[in-house]
């Protein structure tokens, strides 16, 4: 089991970037997938969720209010991968970013400890 973090780099303010999660021995469909991002200096956060198919979620999807109406996640089933398009990008939003797999769907979206599986990283930064 793994997922593969990627698609991070350096883009100015009001760039956008797309960042993927690809993930092998498990299927993305069958899992909630978030996207986690810690910025210099401060905690790791939520950022995005896209819920599992067969959970009572419906494959919903959920933005921390700091992404909202400039992030979009979305699940490719044929590649097995989660990509988290990211628009208008900020300076803030400078940090690794981190995608996770939970086998059900989290009550609580944004509990690290929820997740049975992490990428390893992908780092993005926004300059000014």
């Known amino acids: 089991v793994q997922l593969q973090a990627s698609g991070g780099g350096l883009v100015q303010a009001g760039g956008s970037l797309r960042l993927s999660c690809a993930a092998s021995?498990?299927?993305?469909?069958?899992?909630?997938i978030t996207w986690f991002r810690q910025a210099p200096g401060k905690g790791r956060e939520g950022a995005s969720s896209i819920y599992s198919v067969h959970g009572g979620a419906n494959g919903r999807a959920i933005y921390a209010d700091a992404v909202k109406d400039r992030f979009t996640i979305y699940r490719e089933d044929a590649t097995n991968t989660v990509y988290l398009q990211m628009n208008r990008l900020k300076p803030e939003d400078t940090a690794v970013y981190y995608c996770?797999?939970?086998?059900?769907?989290?009550?609580?979206?944004?509990?690290?400890?929820?997740?049975?599986?992490w990428g390893q990283g992908t780092q993005v930064t926004v300059s000014s």
């Open positions: 021995g498990f299927k993305v469909s069958d899992h909630a």
């Open positions: 996770a797999a939970a086998q059900r769907d989290p009550p609580l979206v944004w509990r690290e400890s929820q997740y049975d599986y």
